[in-house]
C-alpha cells in the first residue's frame, strides 16, 4: 500500500539553526499538509499546498516557515530559525479525495 | 469556532467492554467527521469517518453515532481489545473532506484484560 515517508525520523538541532524536514507524499495525490503535535497534545495544522502554491496557513506558520516542492515529488518543511518552542512532531499528509494518509512523523528536538 | 472539543482526556475500558468518545463542534461549515487512530511513535491513521446526510456509521467493531443538530459525534468501540489501546482523535474538515483538518484533543484509550 502506498504511504507516505517523512524524513528523517529526528532531528536535533541547536536553537537558532536552519532545518528542513522532507516529506514524500503519495504519487497521486494533488493536496498536501504539514501538521505539528506538541509531545502529549493535539495534532495542529500548519500549511496546506496545492498546485505548487500555498492554499492556506495557520497563524503559527510565521516567517520562519516555509515550504517548497522542489522536484514535483519531495515536499519540504523548512524553518529558518528554531526556537525551543519550534520542539515538536512534524507530520506530513497528502490527501486523495478527503482521505487524508500521514507520515510516520519527524521528531524535532531543539536544544 | 473552528475549535473541535473532545472527551474524555483519558479512558480505562475492560476487555470486551464498550468504548465511547465524544466530539462537539461549532463550525456549521464542517462537513466531513473522521476519526484517526494513533499509536506511540507513528502517525494519525484514519479509522473511519462520517458525514453529515447519515446518523450513524459502522464499519466491523468501529461506530460513528453523528447528531447534526447538537452539533455532536461520538466513537463507539464494540468488543474493546488490548491492541485498540492508542490515542484516539476526532477532526472536523469542510469541502467534503479536501480542506485541512481541525483535530480535536485527543482520547488516550487503554484497554485492560
Known amino acids: 500500500e502506498p504511504e507516505v515517508t517523512q524524513t528523517p525520523s529526528h532531528q536535533v538541532t541547536q536553537m537558532g539553526q536552519e532545518v528542513i524536514l522532507r516529506c514524500v507524499p503519495i504519487s497521486n495525490h494533488l493536496y498536501f499538509y504539514w501538521y505539528r503535535q506538541i509531545l502529549g497534545q493535539k495534532v495542529e495544522f500548519l500549511v496546506s499546498f496545492y498546485n505548487n502554491e500555498i492554499s492556506e496557513k495557520s497563524e503559527i506558520f510565521d516567517d520562519q516557515f516555509s515550504v517548497e516542492r522542489p522536484d514535483g515529488s519531495n515536499f519540504t518543511l523548512k524553518i529558518r530559525s528554531t526556537k525551543l518552542e519550534d520542539s515538536a512532531m512534524y507530520f506530513c499528509?497528502?490527501?486523495?479525495?478527503?482521505?487524508?494518509?500521514f507520515g510516520q512523523g519527524t521528531r524535532l528536538t531543539v536544544v | 469556532q473552528q475549535q473541535v472539543k473532545q472527551s474524555p482526556q483519558s479512558l480505562i475500558v475492560q476487555k470486551g467492554g464498550i468504548s465511547i468518545i465524544n466530539c462537539a463542534y461549532e463550525?456549521?461549515?464542517?462537513?466531513?467527521f473522521p476519526w484517526y487512530q494513533q499509536f506511540p511513535g507513528k502517525g494519525p491513521a484514519l479509522l473511519i469517518a462520517?458525514?453529515?446526510?447519515?446518523s450513524e456509521k459502522k464499519e466491523g467493531r468501529f461506530t460513528i453515532s453523528f447528531n447534526k443538530s447538537a452539533k455532536q459525534f461520538s466513537l463507539h468501540i464494540m468488543d474493546s481489545q488490548p491492541g485498540d489501546s492508542a490515542t484516539y482523535f476526532c477532526a472536523a474538515s469542510s469541502d467534503f473532506g479536501n480542506e485541512k483538518l481541525t483535530f480535536g484533543t485527543g482520547t488516550r484509550l487503554t484497554i485492560i484484560p
Open positions: 499528509a497528502s490527501l486523495r479525495i478527503a482521505e487524508a494518509f
Open positions: 462520517i458525514r453529515p446526510d447519515v
Open positions: 463550525n456549521t461549515a464542517f462537513d466531513y
